[in-house]
């Protein structure tokens, strides 16, 4: 019973373009949400995070956005950079602890 | 330096054998997680510590045992090891248990043969 999927196990983007990846959630009580981001071999770092109160927070070049109506997070990256091409993990604030969804790999083609 | 640091990076092990992992952080943060990469790529949590004591113990088999001797290192120990506990073990930590910033380890790929 996964309360955090992403649909989309990849994506490619042409260098430049935007970048939109997507979340789906089932408990609409919820308080954060937020967006790691995983090189290989490596593990995830945090990228950008949005409370609930709130539909939308920017930084630089990445924006997430809140849906509750819908429980659905997504995060678009304008403009896409290959230095972008990584796993990005939606992740949400539950009871002392995060829970994260299965990720999706983004590879930006020059 | 390490914020998080775990090792071994990799591990190949026949089944039935025990295995340790360690972690340690140098952040000075209270709260430590083991999380479990599985075949379908999601991050499950095992475990959380803060300050020592156990908070959180999702369902895991009891083969899994975590042990930390002080705030600073959570290691993960495995009975038993089955094909099934092959995975990428993830360790992480955070300022408290309310917190979301985690800082993750790099990760330790066990391979059960």
């Known amino acids: 019973d996964q309360q955090v999927k992403q649909n989309s196990p990849s994506l490619s983007v042409q260098e430049g373009r935007i970048s939109i990846l997507n979340c789906d959630y089932t408990?609409?009580?919820?308080?954060?949400f937020l967006w790691y981001k995983k090189y290989p071999a490596e593990g995830p770092t945090f990228l950008i995070s949005i409370s609930s109160i709130k539909d939308k927070n920017e930084d630089g070049r990445f924006t997430v956005f809140l849906n509750k109506s819908a429980k659905h997070l997504s995060l678009h990256i304008v403009p896409s950079q290959p230095g972008d091409s990584a796993v990005y993990f939606c992740a949400v604030r539950g009871a002392q602890k995060l829970v994260f969804g299965q990720g999706t790999r983004l590879t930006i083609n020059p | 330096d390490t914020a998080v640091s775990q090792t071994p990076k990799y591990l190949v092990t026949q089944m039935g054998n025990d295995k340790s992992i360690k972690c340690e952080q140098n952040?000075?943060?209270?709260?430590m997680y083991w999380y479990k990469q599985d075949s379908k790529k999601f991050l499950k949590i095992m475990f959380s510590y803060n300050n020592k004591e156990l908070i959180i113990n999702e369902t895991v088999p009891n083969r899994f045992s975590p042990k930390s001797p002080d705030k600073a290192h959570l290691n993960l120990h495995i009975n038993s090891l089955e094909l099934g506990d092959s995975a990428v073990y993830f360790c992480a930590s955070s300022p408290t248990t309310g917190s979301y910033g985690y800082t993750f380890g790099s990760g330790t790929r066990l391979t059960v043969v």
């Open positions: 952040l000075g943060h209270d709260t």
């Open positions: 408990n609409s009580m919820f308080d954060y």
